[in-house]
C-alpha cells in the first residue's frame, strides 16, 4: 500500500516561503491517474484543502491560495511538492499530504502522518 | 465555494450509545460526500464515502444516509475507540471540508 511522508521546515519566517516535499513509497506516483493533494489543519481547527496534483502535472487550487501558491511534481524523484509563498501566522498549521482513494475517486484513504509548520520570527 | 456545516460541535455520548453526526451543505452535492474520523495527532482516516459506502475495514456500526444537502454519520454503539473528531467533505464541486464535530465521553 502507498505511504507518504511529508517533510520540509518546521519554522518559517513571516514573509517567506513555505517549502513542503512529499515523497511517496511503496508505489509510483506515476501508476494511475490520482490526484495528490496538500491539505492542511490549523491547531485545534478543521481540515482546509490546498491544492492537488495530477503526475502529469495538471494542478487545481482553492481559490484562497491561487495567488500565493504552487504544487509541483518529480516523477523521477518519486514526489511532489509545495510552496506557499509570503506567508503569516495564520498559515502555522499542520500540513498533510494525502491521496484519493482511487482515480477521480475525490476523497482521500492515504495520508502522510502530518508536519506541522510555524510561522515565527 | 460549498460550505458545509457539522452540528453538533460536540457530542457527548455515553460508551453503548448511539451517536447521530449531521453535516449540512450549503448547495446540493448529491452524493458526493465522504466522512473521516481524526484522533488527536493522527491523519484522518476514510470511513465513508458516496454519503453511505463504508470504507474498507471501517466496522458495521458506522453508517451513512443522505443526499443533496444533509448527510448524517451514524455511530450505532460507541465503543472507546470512536471517541474522536469526525470530518465531512464533499467532493461534488471542488472539494471542501465540514468544521467537525468531537464525540467525548459522557
Known amino acids: 500500500q502507498v505511504q507518504l511522508q511529508e517533510s520540509g521546515p518546521g519554522l518559517v519566517k513571516p514573509l517567506e516561503m513555505l517549502s513542503l516535499t512529499c515523497s511517496v513509497s511503496?508505489?509510483?506516483?506515476?501508476?494511475?491517474?490520482?490526484?495528490w493533494s496538500w491539505i492542511r489543519q490549523h491547531p485545534g481547527k478543521g481540515l482546509e484543502w490546498i491544492g492537488y496534483?495530477?503526475?502529469?502535472?495538471?494542478?487545481s487550487y482553492n481559490a484562497p491560495f491561487k495567488r500565493r501558491v504552487m504544487i509541483s511534481v518529480d516523477t523521477s524523484k518519486n514526489q511532489f511538492s509545495l510552496k506557499l509563498s509570503s506567508v503569516t501566522a495564520a498559515d502555522t498549521a499542520v500540513y498533510f499530504c494525502a491521496r484519493e482513494s482511487s482515480p477521480g475517486a475525490g476523497y482521500f484513504d492515504t495520508w502522510g502522518q502530518g508536519l506541522l509548520v510555524t510561522v515565527s520570527s | 465555494e460549498i460550505v458545509l456545516t457539522q452540528s453538533p460541535p460536540t457530542l457527548s455520548v455515553s460508551p453503548g450509545e448511539r451517536a447521530t453526526l449531521s453535516c449540512r451543505a450549503s448547495q446540493s452535492i448529491d452524493s458526493n460526500l465522504a466522512w473521516y474520523q481524526q484522533k488527536a495527532g493522527q491523519a484522518p482516516r476514510l470511513l465513508m464515502y458516496g454519503a453511505s459506502t463504508r470504507a474498507t475495514g471501517i466496522p458495521a456500526r458506522f453508517s451513512g444516509s443522505g443526499s443533496g444537502t444533509e448527510f448524517t454519520l451514524t455511530i450505532s454503539s460507541l465503543q472507546s475507540e470512536d471517541f474522536a473528531l469526525y470530518y465531512c467533505q464533499q467532493y461534488n464541486n471542488w472539494l471542501s471540508f465540514g468544521g467537525g464535530t468531537k464525540v467525548e465521553i459522557k
Open positions: 496534483i495530477y503526475h502529469s502535472g495538471t494542478t
Open positions: 511503496r508505489g509510483f506516483i506515476t501508476s494511475g491517474n490520482y490526484v
